[in-house]
T-cell receptor, first 111, second 113 residues
Framework: QKEVEQNSGPLSVPEGAIASLNCTYS??????FFWYRQYSGKSPELIMS????GDKEDGRFTAQLNKASQYVSLLIRDSQPSDSATYLC???????????FGTGTQLKVEL | DTAVSQTPKYLVTQMGNDKSIKCEQN?????MYWYKQDSKKFLKIMFS???????INETVPNRFSPKSPDKAHLNLHINSLELGDSAVYFC????????????FGSGTRLTVV
């Protein structure tokens, strides 16, 4: 079992819709969770972090964490074509300062 | 005023050669990392340094040797390059042992021919 799992997609949503991206993780002791956005040919960019169960909202983005079920999700409201990118889920696992990444979900927002 | 800068951006080299990638951050962070992203976009940690001390050393061939002269710099030297080393190598930095998220460099695309 991979430590952090995501559907690779592509996930296609129409412009203005809500995009829902999901991620599951295997280490029940994980405490810190992150969502990164990566445009093609560019470096990953941090868009959300979440540490406690529940929802955390930042503009059009909402991160949701459920530690009991070991999943974290990202909702993007009013999706725009500029949101088209690969979204990487990252989880702090083990000791040190190591982030373990999922393989990413490719999101396509269509006009 | 780039936060995390890597050089070179592109590197094409022949099998068997030795090459280095350099990374510098001006964020005042105390921890730096090397990650490898393969053709399937999977980002995997290679090394991490905290205040010049190696704290994470994943299962990486001995041909890869990191070096941190100070907490603002982390370099990666690769000996005897192989075809499978072709990937994008990202440097990143963060502050403290509680990650508030990494800041990534722009990446170095290494192609071994």
């Amino acid at each position: 079992q991979k430590e952090v799992e995501q559907n690779s997609g592509p996930l296609s949503v129409p412009e203005g819709a809500i995009a829902s991206l999901n991620c599951t993780y295997s280490d029940r002791g994980s405490q810190s969770f992150f969502w990164y956005r990566q445009y093609s040919g560019k470096s990953p960019e941090l868009i959300m972090s979440i540490y406690s169960n529940g929802d955390k909202e930042d503009g059009r983005f909402t991160a949701q964490l459920n530690k009991a079920s070991q999943y974290v999700s990202l909702l993007i409201r009013d999706s725009q074509p500029s949101d088209s990118a690969t979204y990487l889920c990252a989880v702090k696992t083990g000791g040190g300062n190591k982030l373990t990444f999922g393989t990413g979900t490719q999101l396509k927002v269509e006009l | 005023d780039t936060a995390v800068s890597q050089t070179p951006k592109y590197l094409v080299t022949q099998m068997g050669n030795d090459k280095s990638i350099k990374c510098e951050q001006n964020l005042g962070h105390d921890t730096m990392y090397w990650y490898k992203q393969d053709s399937k976009k999977f980002l995997k940690i290679m090394f991490s340094y905290n205040n010049k001390e190696l704290i994470i050393n994943e299962t990486v061939p001995n041909r890869f040797s990191p070096k941190s002269p100070d907490k603002a710099h982390l370099n990666l030297h690769i000996n005897s390059l192989e075809l499978g080393d072709s990937a994008v190598y990202f440097c990143a930095s963060s502050q403290g042992v509680q990650p508030l998220g990494y800041t990534f460099g722009s990446g170095t695309r290494l192609t071994v021919v």
